[in-house]
């Protein structure tokens, strides 16, 4: 023991700056020997410090404890532990590998770091990512909180930080592109656009090096740390910048009105299966972090990706409750989508469990009281759990909205009652949960599989620049390419192709739920044809701004569909109305081309409904024609006295800008039936009293 340091406290985990100096403390129930290290730089091969930690003063229980003197933020430093190695009993312990603080707050990835190193046996800290103290205190928030907006007026944008600003077009300078500092910039854009939340593809600490030779990680789903911020969406090298640039950049987004949502994996780690890199968990305490197999020298997958967090262990699961606590009390998101989710609700053994602890946890924890909960209810091995995940506040990625929903524009047999349900909030899945209208977060498409332009443009996936021979990614798109495959001259075309566009962004914003869109999505995005475009950091993930020049007059769609509307001309409410809310106190009939005759046979192609809200004294027709003709569909009656009550706000198959007007400039609409378009959806309103709006 260094005769400067003392014995330091089993709490808090992870380096801690106290008066004086900083208190370390890191839990390995079977470790013989910790050693603290500090460097100097994050390439060093030598550390400037080493701390052994005392098994017999600087131990209580399984936790090794010490304090050190004069240690300020910005340190740099790592962990070796030694113990029996031994993979038969599912002990790895590697002293020669040196390791990340499973509770640090920042991570330094040198230059020339290799997954390989931490893989192959012998020392590799020149080229190992180490940790970095870091000061939580001291930050001027000025104010800011969470903003906490109800999910009735939730608008969410599934967007990547670095890709987002990464491309030339963006406009932002050259030492910001692709960094949290970058993406401030451009928050104009997102209020404009309409959204109130965006959902940040995973920014915890990742192994960009996790994915086949010669390409890099790019979505970030390969985590090495639960509390540290991506250092290279940085646009500073110095340790620790990434945490207050993270701050600003949340901060930023709370002043504009837009709530920040976390994609978190808890499900699996980096390390991958037992032939993986030692680089944190692994070789601190292997029996505790993960579930491992029958065979013990191997571990149990779950989620894909060679292994399998062991979530509900009490360790690990104080890790996953310290560390939502951290990022809605140090750093103030808003919520999490949780990826993979079911994988939480697997006990030790791999089995399911009726009521895991860790999804209770993290249900009842009071420091995450009005958090948004988001579930991938389901898992890489089967388990499926949407409309069934456990909990009163979850909300669940709806993935049968998004395949329904394709199916249905693309002209599928049988998919007409199934669209009927999506659209009411999916009460086939969800009509048994007592939960707020919004439990099914309803997407079309999302950074897994095809963007909108592609799931209208191809008939099947082109993955082959991922290097798998075109294996990879999902063989079930539900996609229809009009008419060509990949990019068309032909103005049928296209045109063809901008309309079904338009129909899923309505439906998608316009249905009982959460709405989320896809990054780009309202400008055409493309990935040439790839459905799983990982390890594509390039301009085929990058979203290239220059589309939203080019596709002007879908971006307007979109702005104007997601836009705020004024409830009341004689007061200052402002509120966004959806069919979530217009449907909790309405009456509502379907319809086919004639009024009260819904054509429910596999044979059928549309639909149409009408709303009746007393409350906002509101009418809403609704006509969806998937049809490859035009449809000749009965109004009903209004109860209005003028001669043409109702008045048209979307109608897709009309050109810009009648495709979709501000609210209280729509047009009427005259006679008793309405010609809708082949392959379109019409959205009509007729207001009974005091004017009234949806978006």
Known sequence: MNPACAAGRSFPLGATLVEGGLNFCVYSRTASAVELQFFDREDDARAARVIAIDPTTNRTYHYWHVFVPGVRAGQIYGLRVDGPRDAARGLRFDPSKLLLDPYGRCVAVPKDYSREAARREGDNTAVAMKSVVVDSGGYDWEGDAPLRHSSSRTIIYEMHVRGFTRHPSSGVGDATRGTYAGLIEKIPYLQRLGVTAVEFLPIFQFDAQDCPPGRVNYWGYQPVSFFAPHQAYCSSRLPGAAVNEFRDMVKALHRAGIEVILDVVFNHTAEGDHTGPTVCFRGIDNLSYYILGQDRSRYADFSGTGNTLNANHPIVRRMILDSLRYWVGE?????????????????????????????????????????????????????????????DSWKEWNGRFRDDVRSFFRGEAGTVRRIADRLMGSPEIYGDELREAEQSVNFV???????????????????????????????????????????????????????????????????????????????????????NAYCQDN??????????????????????????????????????????????????????????????????????????????????????????????????????????????????????????????????????????????????????????AVA
């Not at 030790?348 to 895991?356: M, S, Y």
């Open 331 to 391: 750093m103030h998101v808003d919520g999490f989508r949780f990826d993979l989710a079911s994988v939480l609700s697997r006990g030790g053994d791999g089995q399911p469990l009726p009521n895991a602890p860790v999804l209770w946890d993290i249900e009842s924890d009071p420091m995450l009281a009005g958090t948004k909960l988001i579930a991938e209810a389901w898992d890489a091995a089967g388990l499926y759990q949407v409309g069934s995940f456990i909990g």
């Open 539 to 692: 301009e085929t993930s990058w979203f290239d701004w220059t589309l939203v020049d080019k596709h002007r007059d879908l971006h307007r769609f979109v702005s104007v569909l997601l836009a705020r509307r004024t409830l009341r001309d004689d007061g200052p409410e402002r509120r966004r109305v959806t069919l979530s809310q217009l449907l909790r106190d309405a009456h509502k009939a379907w319809h086919g081309v004639r009024l009260g005759e819904p054509d429910w046979s596999d044979d059928s192609h549309s639909l149409a409904f009408t709303i009746e809200t007393p409350a906002e004294q509101l009418l809403v027709h609704v006509i969806l024609n998937a049809y490859w003709e035009p449809l000749c569909f009965d109004l009903p009656p209004t109860g209005i006295v003028e001669e043409h009550s109702w008045r048209r706000w979307i109608d897709t198959s009309l050109d810009s800008p009648d495709d979709i007007v501000d609210w209280k400039s729509a047009p009427p609409v005259t006679g008793r039936q309405y010609l809708a378009g082949p392959r379109s959806v019409v959205f009509l309103i007729a207001d009974r009293g005091s004017s009234a």
């Open 445 to 531: 498409t999302c950074h897994d599989g095809f963007t909108l332009n592609d799931l209208v443009s191809f008939d099947r996936k082109y993955n082959e620049a991922n290097g798998e021979n075109n294996r990879d990614g999902t063989n079930d798109d539900r996609s229809w390419n009009c008419g060509a495959e990949g990019p068309s001259g032909d103005p049928g075309v296209e045109k063809l192709r901008n309309r079904q566009v338009k129909n899923f962004l309505a439906v998608t914003a316009l249905s009982y739920g959460v709405p989320m869109i896809l990054m780009g999505d309202e400008a055409r995005r493309t990935q040439g044809g790839n459905n």
